[in-house]
């Protein structure tokens, strides 16, 4: 079966410093996506990213962060300037339908796990 | 908004016993409904989904889910639960957005673990 990859497994930032976190989704997917799930609390929609633009946001996606296509295989994740409380694991998906309603799974990543101290 | 409950957060079991683990959700429209799985040190994986159709469903390693749409759950099943069954099940729920182009938003549930002791 195709895989999201993620890169790096386990990031380790001071509070404050900017991280990029990346991910590669399924080469044919259309739609991406990242999620979080702070430690022993439920995954949360972040963010969709559909035609190199944002779809949707939730609340939790502020301005300090942002993501980006930059060259047609990777889909990253920016965090401006990091907080204590933006430790937690981080998946990126990815599902390819273009047509609504929607029939197609997402494909989730292995996460990044965002340390920050 | 929707919301996703679900109503064990650990449940340990042995070997052999069986297993159903609830999730109910509140959104009166249509929904696509899943059960996702996360073994210890792994991602998230696709247990089973419902569309449409039978309203019983079975997925991979055994694991079924009956959707019931008048009491708004999805419950989670297996008849004999393995050492190897050991992990966090997500129930969750995506509206189905018929003008918006495809994209998904899916809400999850806060998680069950389950312990299997062999």
């Known amino acids: 079966e195709p895989e999201v990859t993620q890169t790096p497994s386990h990031q380790v930032t001071q509070m404050g410093q900017e991280v990029i976190l990346r991910c590669v989704p399924i080469?044919?997917?259309?739609?991406f996506y990242w999620y979080r799930q702070i430690l022993g609390q439920k995954v949360e929609f972040l963010v969709s990213?559909?035609?190199?633009?944002?779809?949707?946001k939730s609340e939790i996606f502020d301005d300090q962060f942002s993501v980006e296509r930059p060259d047609g295989s990777n889909f990253t994740l920016k965090i401006r300037s990091t907080k204590l409380e933006d430790s937690a694991m981080y998946f990126c998906?990815?599902?390819?339908?273009?047509?609504?309603?929607?029939?197609?799974?997402?494909?989730f990543g292995s996460g990044t796990q965002l340390s920050v101290l | 908004a929707q919301s996703v409950s679900q109503h064990n957060h650990h449940v340990i079991l042995s070997e052999a016993a069986s297993l159903e683990l609830g999730c109910n959700y509140s959104?009166?429209?249509?929904?696509?409904l899943f059960w996702y799985v996360q073994y210890p040190g792994q991602h998230l994986q696709l247990l089973l989904k419902?569309?449409?159709?039978?309203?019983l469903v079975k997925g991979i390693k055994g694991f079924e889910a009956e959707f019931i749409k008048s009491k708004f759950s999805f419950n989670l099943r297996k008849p004999s639960v393995q050492w190897s069954d050991t992990a966090e099940y997500f129930c969750?729920?995506?509206?189905?957005?018929?003008?918006?182009?495809?994209?998904?938003?899916?809400?999850f549930g806060t998680g069950t673990k389950l312990q299997v002791i062999p």
């Open positions: 998906a990815s599902s390819s339908t273009n047509q609504g309603p929607t029939n197609e799974k997402l494909f």
């Open positions: 080469s044919n997917h259309l739609y």
């Open positions: 990213f559909y035609n190199n633009e944002i779809s949707e």
């Open positions: 959104y009166g429209g249509t929904v696509n």
């Open positions: 419902y569309f449409s159709g039978d309203p």
């Open positions: 969750a729920v995506n509206l189905k957005f018929m003008n918006s182009g495809g994209y998904q938003k899916v809400t």
